[in-house]
Nanobody, 128 residues
Framework: QVRLVESGGGSVQAGGSLRLSCAASGNTFSANCMAWFRQAPGEEREVVATIYTGAPITSYIDSVEDRFNISRDNTKNVVYLQMNNLKPEDTGMYYC?????????????????????WGQGTQVTVSS
């Protein structure tokens, strides 16, 4: 069983920054696919960034490629999402996801399907 707890959301103006944290507990963290998803009101949940916790393998959707950075601290079992130059279209509920047990190759963590554990979400609101 895996438990994920997100934190770090808030309200910022366009151009601002936030750092989200996802604390994982309950199972091994050293070799999993983990990801940040977001869901805007009336929209489907979309993957934003993914990471393989066993190696520096990351992926991003095009709209955040140059602004967001996903990283992990395996000593603390935490995955971060540093978000810079935020835009109003980044507004939404951000969720941390994990796949446990890992059923794919690390290079396939970018695929949105397969994540089976979720946190409760943290709200990010960006005003223009």
């Amino acid at each position: 069983q895996v438990r994920l707890v997100e934190s770090g959301g808030g309200s910022v103006q366009a151009g601002g920054s936030l750092r989200l944290s996802c604390a994982a507990s309950g199972n091994t963290f050293s070799a999993n696919c983990m990801a940040w998803f977001r869901q805007a009101p009336g929209e489907e949940r979309e993957v934003v960034a993914t990471i393989y916790t066993g190696a520096p393998i990351t992926s991003y959707i095009d709209s955040v490629e140059d602004r967001f950075n996903i990283s992990r601290d395996n000593t603390k079992n935490v995955v971060y999402l540093q978000m810079n130059n935020l835009k109003p279209e980044d507004t939404g509920m951000y969720y941390c996801g994990a796949e446990e047990p890992l059923k794919r190759l690390p290079l396939e963590c970018y695929r949105a399907t397969g994540y089976n554990y979720w946190g409760q979400g943290t709200q990010v609101t960006v005003s223009s």
